[in-house]
């Protein structure tokens, strides 16, 4: 398997112990991505994935610094940034 560099933000480095985490991840989408994320760090779920089991529509991806829609297509040597959903009212 190849692995990709993941940059998370905000409440998400609590969730994976640091800024920059690799995560084993073949290429696909950036939904992809996101699910090997989590299979890779369970405690990210519940700031990318709402209740109902779909990605927070506020989560935003960039890779290589260019920001991502879900459906984009990401190479398993891509570095993505992954900023979690916003909360609060």
Not at 13 to 36: I, Y
Not at 56 to 72: P, Q
């Amino acid at each position: 398997r190849s692995t990709m560099e993941v940059t998370v933000y905000g409440p998400l480095r609590a969730a994976t112990g640091g800024k920059r985490v690799d995560v084993e991840f073949d290429g696909g989408t950036v939904a992809e991505a996101l699910e090997a994320l989590i299979e890779a760090y369970p405690r990210t779920k519940p700031h990318l994935v709402d209740d109902d089991g779909a990605f927070e529509s506020s989560v935003r991806v960039s890779i290589d610094g260019e920001s991502a829609a879900l459906e984009d297509t990401c190479s398993a040597d891509a570095t993505i940034g992954v900023h979690p959903a916003m909360r609060g009212g």
